[in-house]
């Protein structure tokens, strides 16, 4: 089993900065997909950022250009650095990771919460 931990949530003003930390308990180094979602209240999980083949990420339209996910393998920790926060960002953040033997494993998330 793995185990995924968030951290980095918190209460931020419109245009200020936050990052977000989720720790696995297994090593991340051979996964196959890491990524964000979102879910606000009332309304759909929704996935913010998602790695995909080469490298390259999926990002929400809404967030492009403003949130950046990363990793360190070392730390066992995927990161999602998110800038130029909005009102609309507030939402419970999820990370996941894919492993390819053991399948997909979900975090239990971290509130994020934008005032204007």
């Known amino acids: 089993q793995v185990q995924l931990v968030e951290s980095g949530g918190g209460l931020v003003q419109a245009g200020g900065s936050l990052r977000l930390s989720c720790a696995a308990s297994?090593?991340?180094?051979?996964?196959?997909?890491m990524g964000w979602a979102r879910q606000a209240p009332g309304k759909q999980r929704e996935s913010v950022a998602q790695t995909i083949s080469g490298g390259l990420t999926n990002y929400a339209e809404s967030v492009k250009g403003r949130f950046t996910i990363s990793r360190d393998n070392a730390k066992n920790t995927v990161y999602l650095q998110m800038n130029s926060l909005k009102p609309e960002d507030t939402a419970v953040y999820f990370c996941?990771?894919?492993?390819?033997?053991?399948?997909?494993?979900w975090g239990q998330g971290t509130q994020v919460t934008v005032s204007s």
């Open positions: 297994k090593s991340i180094v051979s996964i196959s997909s």
């Open positions: 996941n990771v894919r492993y390819p033997a053991w399948g997909i494993y």
